[in-house]
């Protein structure tokens, strides 16, 4: 391996060792050991951070984009060291990560253009009125403001694009806030290698040190400490509905409430309307696997659920799927626990009333073959169960009575990142039914696609109703995911040498 990890915390630019290790368990290849986290560390990268927000939370804005600019160079520096030990730690192809490693670089220039153009800030002046009556108007001004060190967490199956320099951490830094990201445990190592990128562009740039802290796991405790922390003013979370959930309770429950931006789990339902199918339930069944079993099916936009009219179409569809589904080779999981939980997940639905196993294969610990079921309208309804997340490539196909029946589903759904019809044109007079029932249900609403693939850019909303999130008016990827670190501040009279410079108009 060109990248040999040494396995410690960076502290507002200091590499710390702590007495306790872990060892990492990667994909293929030998374990390295890592520094647990601790609770001293958490205390020590919240006050650098706070420290550091003095300064950086008043930096100009061309400072800001200039050093999300020298991350996103010193990323791409260690192209290949990081695809090298990403695939080894996750067991990804290395395709999957250089295109990721693509989309993070991409996300940082992308926030650095769009703090540059300023729309951001939502500036709003309201001039005042000394002669209006009966009261005289204050000066009135207003803008979004950095709201102080924001704590990260990202998830296992995005090493970078949701990870140590993902989208919170870019959104964050951009906002005018400092971060501390907690390490993920699948990934130490590749976490290591971008910290060390991240920790280059803050000398280069002459940025507060504390601006960026990555504190490693293999504590859990760790985690609990860093929401806890007074000087933590928000954090960002991408991961599972369990861990999101403590973690978000924690937050709820602090003396001082802070906001959890929680991205979680879905099962991303697909509608495919009557004449679609009939017209081209081949291309559509074939379509889905695709995407229900890219990346061993460990995406959060992962579509589980296809749900149509039961009739001949149905049953091609299904048979269709099953056939396709079949040619798929066994892939390797992020973790032996995700292994775990994907047959935890499948033995859960083999096991529910009015649930039919179509296509049951078996695998290794590590591995993931696609299993699919089929099930219908009733017995969906009947079990709610069947419309938790599963992460991993595994299918249910439900098959509805009436137009009737899917609309009831639609409106039984749990908040979802994302809802997908399929539909030809004489399908209209049915999506348009369900239309008002999927956008209060979805982040994002798609028709004649498929969800895995988000794209980051100014309209991508990546979030949705609990528990797709915790936070049903924000999202995670895009420019308007920096929302989630600023606040609006309002200055009655301040005289122009007391404003911030952003704001004098
Ligand atoms: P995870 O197990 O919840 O881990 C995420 C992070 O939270 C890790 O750093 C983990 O620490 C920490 N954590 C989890 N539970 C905790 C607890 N009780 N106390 C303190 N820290 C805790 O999630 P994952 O397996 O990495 O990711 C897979 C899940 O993420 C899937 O459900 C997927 O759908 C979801 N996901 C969602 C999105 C989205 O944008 N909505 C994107 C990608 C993935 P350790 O390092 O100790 O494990």
Redesign the pocket.
């Known amino acids: 391996m060109s990248f040999q990890p040494h396995g410690k915390h960076l502290i507002a630019g200091q590499w710390l060792a702590s007495e306790e290790q872990f060892l990492s368990s990667p994909a293929s290849g030998p374990a390295y050991s890592f520094s647990k986290g601790s609770i001293d560390l958490v205390n020590a990268a919240a006050e650098a951070a706070e420290a550091a927000f003095v300064e950086y939370g008043y930096t100009s804005r061309e400072t800001r984009a200039h050093f999300l600019n020298v991350i996103a160079d010193e990323i791409d520096a260690r192209a290949d060291a990081i695809t090298e030990i990403g695939c080894f730690e996750t067991g990804l192809p290395g395709a999957r990560l250089i295109g990721e490693r693509g989309r993070t670089v991409g996300q940082l220039r992308l926030f650095a253009q769009h703090i540059l153009q300023g729309a951001y800030l939502d500036k709003r002046h309201d001039k005042a009125m000394p002669e209006r009556e009966p009261l005289p108007r204050s000066d009135l001004k207003m803008m979004q403001r950095p709201i102080g060190p924001v704590a990260v967490?990202?998830?296992?199956?995005?090493p970078l694009a949701?990870s140590t320099a993902g989208g919170d951490t870019a959104a964050a830094l951009a906002a005018g806030c400092p971060v501390v990201v907690?390490?993920?445990?699948?990934h130490?190592g590749t976490g290591e290698i971008v910290a060390e990128a991240v920790a280059a562009a803050v000398e280069q740039c002459g940025i507060h040190p504390g601006v960026f802290s990555l504190i490693q796991?293999?504590?859990?405790?760790?985690?609990?400490a860093l929401?806890q922390h007074p000087l933590i003013k928000a954090v960002g979370?991408?991961?599972?509905?369990?861990?999101?959930r403590?973690?978000f309770d924690?937050c709820a429950a602090r003396p001082e409430p802070i906001p959890f931006f929680?991205?979680?789990?879905?099962v991303n339902p697909m509608f495919l309307l009557p004449e679609a199918v009939t017209a081209r339930g081949d291309a559509l069944a074939n379509g889905w696997v695709q995407s229900l079993t890219m990346g061993a099916g460990?995406?959060?936009?992962?579509p589980g659920i296809a749900i149509l009219k039961k009739g001949d179409a149905a049953d091609r569809f299904l048979e269709t799927a099953r056939l396709a589904l079949e040619k798929v080779p066994a892939q390797t999981m992020?973790?032996d626990?995700?292994a775990e939980?994907y047959r935890a997940g499948q033995k859960r639905i083999s096991a529910t009333t009015g649930v039919q196993e179509v296509l049951m294969t078996q695998c290794d610990q590590r591995d993931a073959t696609p299993y699919l079921f089929a099930t219908t309208g009733r017995h969906w309804l009947a079990n709610e169960a069947l419309a938790e997340?599963v992460?991993g490539p595994l299918g249910v196909v439900v098959t509805v009575d009436s137009d009737a029946q899917m609309l009831e589903i639609a409106k039984s759904l749990q908040g979802q990142?994302t809802c997908t019809l399929h539909l030809d044109e004489a399908d209209t007079k049915l999506g348009r039914e369900l239309m008002p029932v999927l956008e209060r249900k979805a982040g994002r609403v798609l028709a004649n696609g498929f969800p895995t693939g988000?794209e980051v850019c100014d309209s991508m909303v990546?979030?949705g109703p609990y528990p797709?999130?915790t936070n049903f008016g924000a999202t995670?990827?895009g420019t308007l995911s920096i929302r989630r670190f600023l606040r609006p501040v309002c200055y009655q009279d301040l005289p122009a040498a007391l404003l911030p410079d952003d704001l004098n108009l």
């Open positions: 967490f990202g998830a296992s199956n995005f949701f907690k390490g993920h445990s699948a130490p796991g293999g504590d859990r405790a760790v985690g609990s929401v979370f991408t991961g599972s509905l369990t861990g999101g403590a973690l924690l929680g991205e979680l789990g879905s460990q995406f959060c936009t992962n992020l973790t626990g995700i939980a997340e992460f990142l988000v990546h979030g797709a999130s995670s990827v």
